[in-house]
């Protein structure tokens, strides 16, 4: 059974900043890790899949990286809209998720 | 355009009964997996069951998180382009909103790429 990890658990930055949220897997995962943003009384929304790959729609200012068993997201420049809990998926698993607090 | 609409939810009491319904339009269902993912309040993303896109699924193609096993049934129904999860013997830590989520699945990736908006389920004498 594979256990995703996210750290920090919160993140308070500001609008313009960059934000760098991490996933680490128990075991290697082989680049099936996606990204979900979920916002306040709102579904789950799909970002990036594939470690890399973003979903249609998705800004440019998202990113994701990582291999095997460690992850990022990194969102290269905060807007306002962006403030929200993220969290990481495998298969039929979820990370615990990272709230992402407007400083 | 691809949409998930979740119904079903409600109150109920520690031991009953409920069933959740998940309508799709906009792709053809046949083709796709699908997933019952929930959330308690103020808690995180949990992955409840899995149905894959076989048309007569058999033990391989249903999958239940260990804590709804023996409890909660997960079905397709094709015609309807539809969902159901039947929850039975419901617990107060069932408490939830429930989302359906669509499976897309490759050799290379596996996500769930589009959500409906969730049903509440409340399980409380």
């Known amino acids: 059974e594979v256990v995703l990890t996210q750290s920090p658990a919160t993140l308070s930055l500001s609008p313009g900043e960059r934000a760098t949220l991490s996933c680490r897997a128990s075991?290697?995962?082989?680049?099936?890790l996606a990204w979900y943003q979920q916002k306040p009384g709102q579904a789950p929304r799909l970002l990036i899949f594939?470690?890399?790959s973003r979903a249609t729609g998705i800004p440019a200012r998202f990113s994701g990286s990582g291999s095997g068993a460690d992850f990022t997201l990194t969102i290269s420049s905060l807007e306002p809209e962006d403030f929200a809990v993220y969290y990481c998926?495998?298969?039929?698993?979820f990370g615990q998720g990272t709230k992402l607090d407007i400083k | 355009e691809v949409q998930l609409v979740e119904s079903g939810g409600a109150l109920v009491q520690p031991g009953g009964s409920l069933r959740l319904s998940c309508v799709t339009s906009?792709?053809?269902?046949?083709?796709?997996?699908m997933n019952w993912v929930r959330q308690a309040p103020g808690k995180g993303l949990e992955w409840v069951a899995w149905?894959?896109?076989?048309?007569?699924?058999?033990?391989?193609?249903?999958d239940y998180t260990d804590s709804v096993k023996g409890r909660f049934t997960i079905a397709k129904d094709i015609a309807q382009n539809s969902l159901s999860l039947q929850m039975n013997s419901l617990r107060d830590d069932d408490t939830a909103v429930y989302y359906c989520?669509?499976?897309?699945?490759?050799?290379?990736?596996?996500?769930?790429?589009?959500w409906g908006q969730g049903t509440q389920v409340t399980v409380s004498s």
């Open positions: 149905i894959s896109a076989s048309d007569i699924p058999s033990d391989g193609d249903i």
């Open positions: 906009g792709f053809n269902f046949r083709n796709y997996g």
């Open positions: 989520a669509r499976d897309f699945c490759t050799s290379l990736s596996c996500r769930y790429d589009f």
């Open positions: 594939h470690t890399s």
């Open positions: 998926g495998w298969p039929r698993t």
């Open positions: 075991q290697n995962v082989d680049n099936y």
